[in-house]
């Protein structure tokens, strides 16, 4: 049997876990004589810039670091167009590319070197920001088959594994013809839509991982180490007034956070006395705005504060229009307080204080305000799928995947949003459609698996897939 060089990146995140899946899949590979590399960054977080605890959780995977550290001219970059630059880095606000470059022109240099030295058969990175981006063209620019991975939308228990793309840029099928002619089974529908029909969790294997990482985040050494690199870089790149400004920044936005968490437990109030009564809804899920789904693919909303701005104005104009007294009602992301702590909360706050139709809550369930409200409007978010999934009409603002015709309206630019709203209040999308796609990314896109807690079956059937489509079988 031929050995296959399979190499690894972005798959570090100890927080949520995902190294276990990254464990359990090293280990598969390695019984199939595959050999794993895994593409380290220094000072990252996680097992990216401990190899320590990489060592510790017994990774099937040689660490290679994926930055160029000046020891090789940079030759890779040559090869490709403006264009595939400019696209590696357009997760990158505009004024700060001119520093990224460099970082992704290393990652191209140490891909290549990896390439010529050892030989690279096979890629797999989690997401696709700036360093998957960076890969995924050096994979396409050499012929060598990638595999993207991602949360898949039936969680915890499906993992998205795509060789094209993640999200809106995925391998999805996009057309109604498509889906009309897929084959489907209604008992393993209603059965296994929403659980796992195989997977089961191996809650063994992720227990000690959690004690070996927590056994490494406490310790005080790895602590002193990591700080006294930190310090280091510091000094060297001489921006201790730029780190200070980090510190106070990180109060500031702690401090903000608390003050509005407490506005916001009063609105809480004030949304679950309107959902009490009865009245009709929209229902807008936020989004993160930092996340991919918001940067690259909403065209005309990049904010929160966008988003409750258009309704605010909208929904008095549809109710005015229509003789109607709809109601909006908003979601803060669950990860917000985590990740955008200073998102512009104040103003959306005060928006929605000065308009009666607009609501927000931090702590109603998703599933609840789904069931209760008229539609769901969201710009291309996991929700519309959970709306679908439980028979409710989807509005879409931005690029989502499932903008298909018949099964969702997809509103193309601001104007059109009451014409949409009304076109989907007054009829019914194609429900046969609705299910059979997702009967098809259920059961024929995403992978079963549930990837932070992952059993030996499911790893196997997911090595299996990938090393199909690597020799060009079609996905099953």
Known sequence: MI?????????????????VLLKRLTEEFSNRQCQCF????????GIDGSKELFEALNIQAQRID????????????????QDELEDMLRLIPIDKREATIKQVK???????RSDQEIGIDMLIVWGNRTRERTIYHYAKKHNIPIYIFEHGYFRPF????????????????????FYSNVKFDRQRFDRFLTCPEYAVKDEQVTKEFRMISEKYSNSKSETSERLHKQIKKVFREGKIRQAIRRQLSKLVNHIISFRYKQQLNALNTKTRHFLES?????????QLETDTQTVLFSPYIKTMEELVLLFSDAIDRYNRDYNDNLKVVFKTHPMYTIKEPAMELSRIIATCHANQNIFITNSVGTDDLITKSECVITINSTVGIEALVMNKKVVTLGNAFYNIEGIVNHVKQPSELNDVLYKTLTSEPDWNLVERFLYYIRFHYFSEIFYLNPDKASVKRLVDRILQMREGGRES
């Open 3 to 19: 050995t296959i060089n399979i190499f690894i990146s972005s798959m570090g995140n100890v927080e949520f876990g995902i190294p």
């Open 38 to 45: 895994y593409f380290s960054i220094p000072n990252g977080k």
């Open 66 to 81: 994926i930055t160029n550290s000046n020891e090789h001219e940079l030759v890779e970059h040559l090869n490709y167009s």
């Open 106 to 112: 290393d990652y191209l240099e140490s891909i290549r």
């Open 158 to 177: 499906t993992l998205t594994v795509d060789s094209v793309g993640i999200n809106f840029e995925n391998s999805v099928p996009r057309t109604r013809e």
């Open 278 to 286: 009865g009245d009709r809804f929209l229902f807008v899920p936020f």
